[in-house]
């Protein structure tokens, strides 16, 4: 199986911060891998897919980059929406898609 | 509106069994492949399992912890996705989400989710 790491696990970070999530997977996966955010009680939802491709709807200040094995995930402007859990994942091995065990990122 | 809604869950034996369905409604359900995830409380996301469309003859594959235990359906006449959990453990406790992506394919890229139901095994 792939295993997908995440750093930090967590951070504090106040609005307006530049914040960067780094995802490494223990194989290379190519650019298969999708960024969600997930908030308390809900189901996640996508933001980045194929490592760098924004889904439709979400804001331009979240962008994806990195292919192989390292992956960041960049909110360029924190804003008091944005505070949540981020989770990787690849989706090399589909169906067989692994997660990583995610960042959480809460206010300063 | 595309949307998923799950229901079923709720408290259940170690050993026993439950089923969990999915309604889904606002896309073409039949030619979407659907998937399982479900997340242990304060952990993370888990992906449970795939049930391909008619055009890939409904096969289904399933992670090593469920396989075995767990068998994927659907019922395209009722846009519906269905688990059948048996033999439960108390690490099955979690929620369970439907969800798929509208990229179609072989995409693991879920765009469109439930909102997710609880599942809980404890004697």
């Known amino acids: 199986d792939i295993q997908m790491t995440q750093s930090p696990s967590s951070l504090s970070a106040s609005v307006g911060d530049r914040v960067t999530i780094t995802c490494r997977a223990s194989q290379s996966i190519s650019s298969y891998l999708n960024w969600y955010q997930q908030k308390p009680g809900k189901a996640p939802k996508l933001l980045i897919y194929?490592?760098?491709s924004l889904q439709s709807g979400v804001p331009s200040r979240f962008s994806g980059s990195g292919s192989g094995t390292d992956f960041t995930l960049t909110i360029s402007s924190l804003q008091p929406e944005d505070f949540a859990t981020y989770y990787c994942?690849?989706?090399?091995?589909?169906?067989?898609?692994?997660f990583g065990p995610g960042t959480k990122v809460d206010i300063k | 509106e595309v949307q998923l809604v799950e229901s079923g869950g709720g408290l259940v034996q170690p050993g026993g069994s439950l089923r969990l369905s999915c309604a889904a409604s606002?896309?073409?359900?039949?030619?979407?492949?659907m998937d399982w995830v479900r997340q242990a409380p304060g952990k993370g996301l888990e992906w449970v399992g795939r049930?391909?469309?008619?055009?890939?003859?409904?096969?289904?594959e399933y992670a090593a912890s469920v396989k075995g235990r767990f068998t994927i359906s659907r019922d395209d006449s009722k846009n519906s996705l269905y688990l059948q959990m048996n033999s439960l453990k108390t690490e099955d406790t979690a929620v369970y989400y439907c969800?798929?992506?509208?990229?179609?394919?072989?995409?693991?890229?879920?765009?469109?989710w439930g909102q997710g139901t609880m599942v809980t095994v404890s004697s």
């Open positions: 994942q690849q989706s090399y091995s589909t169906p067989h898609s692994t």
């Open positions: 194929a490592a760098s």
């Open positions: 049930t391909r469309n008619k055009a890939n003859s409904y096969t289904t």
């Open positions: 606002g896309f073409t359900f039949s030619d979407h492949y």
């Open positions: 969800a798929s992506s509208a990229y179609g394919g072989n995409s693991a890229a879920f765009d469109i």
